[in-house]
């Protein structure tokens, strides 16, 4: 157990945690633009590629493959809840109801993403599970918005799997901080739930 909290086994000792940071902040100054492009007509691609466009919808879902990462026995349950939960919330979308507030509430789930990855101990699964299955809804309900009848199977399908793959891009990446530089977890938490607050605040 290192000083950050999180079971790192045996392990080479950090590498310049400031290196994750920095490589962090390169993300969410990239990221700055438009939190929802839309699917401007471009069918199953643009579905799957939906997660990756928004920042919000891009940094909640790393997010919660960070979470997965980082409580070992429920790595695969907290991204399944999410993606359930998104492929609900997106049908419910497609069908015309739109959950209330919902920009703010998206923004911030990924204030709350950082929040978790800045504890030294993460919660139960029992508490984390439902909370990335709320999660999931919002960011499916965004996306089910844009979504017209017709295109409505195979644009969920799609949007599906590119959450699932930002799940495991976000498990992959936390991973390696924790092998490599696990003290620059709780820093990154931090820069997650301050780029929720700068999209709140937007």
Do not use: I
Request: charged residues 10%.
């Amino acid at each position: 157990m290192d000083k950050s909290g999180y079971s790192t086994g045996k392990v080479a000792a950090p590498k310049a945690p400031w290196r994750a940071a920095l490589a962090a902040g390169a993300l969410l100054a990239s990221g700055a633009a438009s939190a929802h492009p839309g699917l401007h007509g471009g069918g199953v691609l643009a579905a799957f590629s939906h997660p990756f466009g928004g920042l919000d919808h891009l940094l909640a879902m790393l997010a919660v493959g960070a979470w997965a990462a980082c409580t070992p026995r429920a790595a695969p349950s907290l991204p399944l809840a999410f993606v359930g939960a998104a492929l609900a919330g997106a049908l419910a979308g497609a069908w015309g109801y739109a959950l209330p507030a919902l920009e703010p509430l998206l923004a911030l789930s990924v204030v709350l993403g950082g929040l978790v990855l800045m504890r030294r101990q993460l919660p139960s699964t029992a508490l984390l599970a439902p909370v990335a299955a709320v999660l999931g809804a919002l960011h499916g309900n965004a996306h089910g918005l844009e979504v017209s009848g017709a295109q409505a199977a195979s644009a969920l399908a799609a949007f599906a799997a590119g959450t699932a793959s930002l799940h495991a891009a976000g498990y992959a990446v936390a991973r390696l901080v924790r092998v490599r530089a696990p003290r620059a977890m709780r820093p990154l938490g931090g820069l997650l739930a301050l780029a929720g607050g700068v999209l709140a605040c937007a």
